[in-house]
């Protein structure tokens, strides 16, 4: 049945993202175009569509929490830590910059994926290369700093 919900719900945000046109890497560029490039492209449309995002998550998630445990699962998983380290800062630079030159983030790129796209084949063989690269440097040990003379 979890399986079944996350389906629909899938489905649900991959049609937000059509009816947005949010799934044309286009419109994408277009809202990060400020005169630069293609002067005079510039779509402020993206800007609607995530601070509607947010309005939505703000009280979902003010709502959602308020219950005692989640419909689907026994608890809530939530950051457990507030501070900002490196990770925090070089993974959403590295979603930014790919995000930029591709036009794509992983959910319009996957629904790109339903109309046989080229660019959004590309860009997710390349996420998920990056996956795998932040799981493999993640899954190494961690290294002490003292440099040692060789000999």
Known sequence: MRVLIQFVIGV?????????????PAKVLNF???????????????????????????IGYRLVLKR???LLAEQFHVPGRDDIDLRIVVGPVIFGVGW??????PG???TALGFGAPRAFLFV??????????RWIAGRPARSGIVTPAG
């Open 12 to 24: 649900i945000f991959g049609l937000g993202l059509l009816v947005s046109g949010m799934s044309d």
């Open 125 to 134: 063989a390349a996420m998920l290369a990056g996956m795998m690269l932040a």
């Open 108 to 110: 319009p790129a996957l």
């Open 32 to 58: 990060l175009d400020f005169g630069g490039v293609s002067a005079g492209t510039w779509d402020p449309s993206l800007a609607f569509v995530m601070a509607g995002a947010v309005a939505v998550t703000l």
């Open 68 to 70: 005692p445990r989640p």
């Open 100 to 105: 930029g030159l591709s036009g794509f983030c």
